[in-house]
């Protein structure tokens, strides 16, 4: 049974936007109007078969965030392990889901099972909602007959990712606005107070400090040029991120982020964490090695990092062991080579890589603490280093009036 999109007014003329399960068009309006509602527009969901995919949780449809992702798929983990049926499961979900484009992509899914297709058939007709991850897993759980499993464990994988997320943005908050603060401030000084102080020397005729002088550059060039620097840092913005699309760009990019001693070192370690991530739960869910690979390749944004992915896989595919094919690229730590070699060794690949994606992840915590560490106290020296700057440029000229009249 599709399901169908409906905008409608109702007894006091307020729009109301919402989804109903038909066989047709003209029923869902015939059963709008017995509820005493006047149907506007009443359009069938269309399969989203066109729309571009996208490859991990971090890069999906910003109108279903992670967070929804993830509490769906705890929900319809629950409820298929408890032996309800799949379509009265996504039903259900549907139901208790707030977000009005993420209800009509379940119901969408549903009418799919219902007229004989498997799950994974139907998420595939909304890739930028559901990533390859995420599609890939779905299918081989529904292979092996243990969906709800595959699904709880795509549950964990969204809220780990999640919760990473919100820590790394926690941890970012505070700098950023200290940051944002100290700019401001700076070219509150330099745009209104100088100018304010420095006119009491104007009708001396003495020559000024050099300190002095400079300040007052400064402050005459950001009043008579501050709207044309921003605008020139609005366009440079701009190109940015024109260049950012271009491959060639993001690959120079990303090479030279990894040669910054700590920048490149959190950068490599996030991508670590989320390709061992995204392997160990693709390949506990039993899809195979090399798709498994390609997959956790995509959901790197490490351009350099990527690239050796796929080499790596060409070697997989030529029968190298996964730990002997990322050693020979040199771009992924040691650690986790050795975990993964550990894991191939042993047959416990999927716990080892899920050992190396939470070791990775408690260092990257910790890394980001040591910077911000060092970040906080260098920008609050730094503010009271121009200030200082700003006072003695302006007691300079002080000095030196007190010392004539002496």
Do not use: C
């Given at each position: 049974?599709?399901?169908?999109?409906?905008?409608?007014?109702?007894?006091?003329?307020?729009?109301?936007?919402?989804?109903?399960?038909?066989?047709?068009?003209?029923?869902?309006?015939?059963?709008?109007?017995?509820?005493?509602?006047?149907?506007?527009?009443?359009?069938?969901?269309k399969q989203r078969k066109k729309e571009r995919p996208r490859f991990g949780f971090s890069v999906?449809?910003?109108?279903?965030?992670?967070?929804?992702?993830?509490?769906?798929?705890?929900?319809?983990?629950?409820?298929?392990?408890?032996?309800?049926?799949?379509?009265?499961?996504?039903?259900?979900?549907?139901?208790?889901?707030?977000?009005?484009?993420?209800?009509?992509?379940?119901?969408?899914?549903?009418?799919?099972?219902?007229?004989?297709?498997?799950?994974?058939?139907?998420?595939?007709?909304?890739?930028?909602?559901?990533?390859?991850?995420?599609?890939?897993?779905?299918?081989?759980?529904?292979?092996?007959?243990?969906?709800?499993?595959?699904?709880?464990?795509?549950?964990?994988?969204?809220?780990?990712?999640?919760?990473?997320?919100?820590?790394?943005?926690?941890?970012?908050?505070?700098?950023?606005?200290?940051?944002?603060?100290?700019?401001?401030?700076?070219?509150?000084?330099?745009?209104?107070?100088?100018?304010?102080?420095?006119?009491?020397?104007?009708?001396?005729?003495?020559?000024?400090?050099?300190?002095?002088?400079?300040?007052?550059?400064?402050?005459?060039?950001?009043?008579?040029?501050?709207?044309?620097?921003?605008?020139?840092?609005?366009?440079?913005?701009?190109?940015?991120?024109?260049?950012?699309?271009?491959?060639?760009?993001?690959?120079?990019?990303?090479?030279?982020?990894?040669?910054?001693?700590?920048?490149?070192?959190?950068?490599?370690?996030?991508?670590?964490?989320?390709?061992?991530?995204?392997?160990?739960?693709?390949?506990?869910?039993?899809?195979?090695?090399?798709?498994?690979?390609?997959?956790?390749?995509?959901?790197?944004?490490?351009?350099?990092?990527?690239?050796?992915?796929?080499?790596?896989?060409?070697?997989?595919?030529?029968?190298?062991?996964?730990?002997?094919a990322l050693e020979r690229e040199k771009q992924f730590p040691p650690m986790l080579v050795q975990?993964?070699?550990?894991?191939?060794?042993?047959?416990?690949?999927?716990?080892?890589?899920?050992?190396?994606?939470?070791?990775?992840?408690?260092?990257?915590?910790?890394?980001?603490?040591?910077?911000?560490?060092?970040?906080?106290?260098?920008?609050?020296?730094?503010?009271g280093a121009l200030v200082m700057v700003i006072v003695l440029a302006i007691l300079l000229p002080?000095?030196?009036?007190?010392?004539?009249?002496?």
């Open positions: 049974m599709p399901a169908f999109e409906y905008s409608v007014l109702d007894r006091s003329g307020k729009k109301i936007k919402g989804v109903e399960e038909g066989d047709t068009a003209r029923q869902v309006r015939q059963g709008l109007r017995e509820r005493g509602l006047t149907p506007l527009s009443v359009e069938e969901i999906g449809n910003p109108r279903v965030s992670v967070t929804n992702l993830a509490l769906i798929t705890r929900q319809l983990a629950t409820l298929v392990r408890s032996a309800i049926p799949l379509e009265e499961a996504l039903l259900t979900v549907a139901n208790q889901v707030e977000s009005h484009r993420l209800k009509s992509v379940l119901l969408s899914v549903r009418s799919r099972v219902l007229e004989g297709f498997t799950l994974a058939d139907g998420l595939d007709d909304f890739p930028t909602v559901f990533p390859e991850l995420y599609r890939s897993t779905v299918a081989a759980g529904e292979q092996a007959g243990h969906l709800d499993m595959v699904l709880e464990r795509l549950a964990d994988y969204s809220e780990k990712h999640q919760q990473l997320r919100q820590k790394i943005q926690l941890a970012l908050l505070y700098p950023s606005l200290l940051t944002v603060v100290a700019v401001a401030i700076t070219i509150g000084l330099f745009a209104y107070v100088v100018p304010q102080v420095v006119q009491v020397f104007e009708s001396i005729d003495q020559q000024l400090p050099v300190l002095t002088l400079a300040l007052i550059a400064i402050s005459d060039a950001l009043r008579a040029y501050g709207l044309f620097m921003l605008l020139g840092l609005i366009v440079l913005a701009y190109v940015l991120k024109r260049l950012s699309k271009r491959e060639g760009f993001r690959l120079r990019w990303h090479a030279f982020l990894h040669r910054m001693p700590l920048i490149g070192r959190l950068f490599r370690g996030l991508n670590t964490a989320r390709f061992a991530r995204t392997l160990s739960i693709l390949g506990a869910s039993g899809v195979p090695v090399l798709d498994a690979m390609r997959i956790a390749g995509a959901v790197v944004s490490s351009m350099p990092m990527r690239a050796s992915v796929e080499r790596a896989a060409e070697l997989v595919r030529e029968g190298k062991g996964i730990a002997v975990l993964i070699a550990s894991g191939e060794s042993t047959g416990k690949l999927e716990v080892m890589l899920e050992r190396a994606a939470d070791t990775q992840e408690r260092e990257l915590e910790t890394l980001i603490a040591a910077l911000l560490g060092v970040f906080e106290p260098i920008m609050i020296l730094f503010m002080i000095f030196e009036l007190n010392q004539l009249v002496k």
